[in-house]
């Protein structure tokens, strides 16, 4: 997906799943890049419904985060707007791919010993990561946050 590919954001019915804005509102075509920065519901599902939902959960486990899903349920759209349970270590820890190229490492607390071994997992190729950072960067803050 390239950050200036256009992509719509209207109301959208997948299967009976109607993801939503935060603000209810809707911003009709943006790019990726506006997309993620304003962080619209709708065109990450967009995304998430071409790339599948069950490849998302293998990607998370591939990174060794084992998301809490219903039980003998596939992984729906909603995962990708937050409908999965994941402890906040793992959500840090994919983080970290971000960070990393898209390399993500294991988080250590303090309690392991000195020379424990420290585990990565390829999550994103490094292309994607700064893609991704870049998209990011472009993110104003809040008013009155600065």
């Known amino acids: 997906v390239a950050q200036e590919m256009i ?24 790019s990726i890049r506006q997309a993620l920065q304003l962080s619209l519901n709708v065109p990450a599902i967009r995304v998430l419904d071409a790339v599948g939902p069950a490849r998302l959960t293998a990607r998370f486990r591939q990174a060794g985060v084992n998301p809490i899903l219903p039980v003998n349920e596939a992984p729906g759209l909603a995962i990708g707007l937050g409908g999965v349970g994941v402890t906040l270590r793992d959500l840090v820890q994919l983080y970290t ?25 390829t999550i994103l190729d490094d292309q994607a990561a700064w893609q991704i950072n870049d998209i990011l960067s472009g993110v104003k803050p809040p008013e009155g946050a600065m």
């Open 7 to 30: 992509i719509e954001d209207s109301p959208a019915d997948f299967g009976g799943y109607r993801p939503k804005n935060f603000d209810m509102g809707y911003q009709g075509d943006v």
């Open 97 to 121: 791919g971000l960070a990393n190229g898209g390399k993500m490492h294991t988080l250590h607390d303090g309690t392991e010993p000195a020379n424990a071994e420290r585990t990565t997992a």
